[in-house]
């Protein structure tokens, strides 16, 4: 979907389904204290772009963007990569809410190997040729000294993160990684952990496969 929506706009679409939050937008809130006619924009932007009639009554093109909305935000995973924000929707497919620099989102629904594809063809880090050392470890601890140049020097990273949650028990689980390549080296930082490693470029594949949920054939490594 290449419509471009306000973050009022997908809430006021998920009130339909009861839902007061979607993973990786900004607080109903916050964005309440920041612009009090922001909802009653929206209502009129979903109309403009044929979500919704006067009335307030969801158009054709409208109940389907819901159904993928509720699809979204009854995921039992999300993955935030920079700033695509994917939750899982049915029949193998993912559903990604990307964040725009001007603060306005889309929302896209994929086949798992496209997005993969897509993914892997969009971040050259992904794409790096291991080096011949990678087959024999996955991750080696380094003192986080040795990453202060590389931030110091403003380069750039990769956020990913996975958040899986269980609602049965009312549990959830985090996993947050930042990554760059340093003097030709893949590095990535355990936020949770605060810890830093030098890594194979195997670990990072594995970890966007493991995180997406992409089927593939283990191999091992020393």
Not at 167 to 172: G, L, N, R, V, W
Request: aromatic share 14%; with cysteine.
């Amino acid at each position: 979907m290449t419509a471009k929506f306000t973050a009022e706009e997908l809430l006021l679409l998920a009130s339909a389904f009861d839902c007061r939050m979607l993973f990786g937008l900004p607080d109903r809130q916050l964005l309440v204290m920041k612009n009090q006619q922001g909802f009653d924009e929206a209502k009129q932007g979903l109309v403009d772009k044929n979500i919704m009639d006067v009335e307030g009554k969801l158009t054709k093109d409208g109940f389907t963007l819901v159904q993928v909305l509720e699809q979204y935000a009854s995921s039992d995973r999300y993955i935030r990569l920079d700033n695509l924000m994917t939750g899982f929707g049915k029949h193998e497919h993912l559903i990604t809410i990307k964040w725009l620099e001007e603060g306005k989102f889309q929302l896209f629904v994929h086949q798992d190997i496209a997005f993969l594809k897509r993914v892997m063809e969009g971040y050259p880090l992904f794409n790096r040729e291991p080096l011949q050392e990678d087959t024999s470890y996955l991750k080696r601890q380094i003192q986080m000294e040795e990453t202060e140049e590389y931030f110091e020097s403003g380069n750039p990273t990769i956020q990913l993160e996975c958040f899986t949650i269980n609602y049965e028990e009312q549990s959830s689980t985090a996993e947050q990684w930042m990554f760059f390549e340093n003097n030709g080296q893949l590095q990535g930082i355990d936020i949770e952990h605060n810890i830093a490693y030098q890594l194979s470029q195997y670990f990072l594949v594995k970890k966007i496969y493991d995180f997406y949920r992409f089927p593939y054939k283990e191999a091992h490594i020393q």
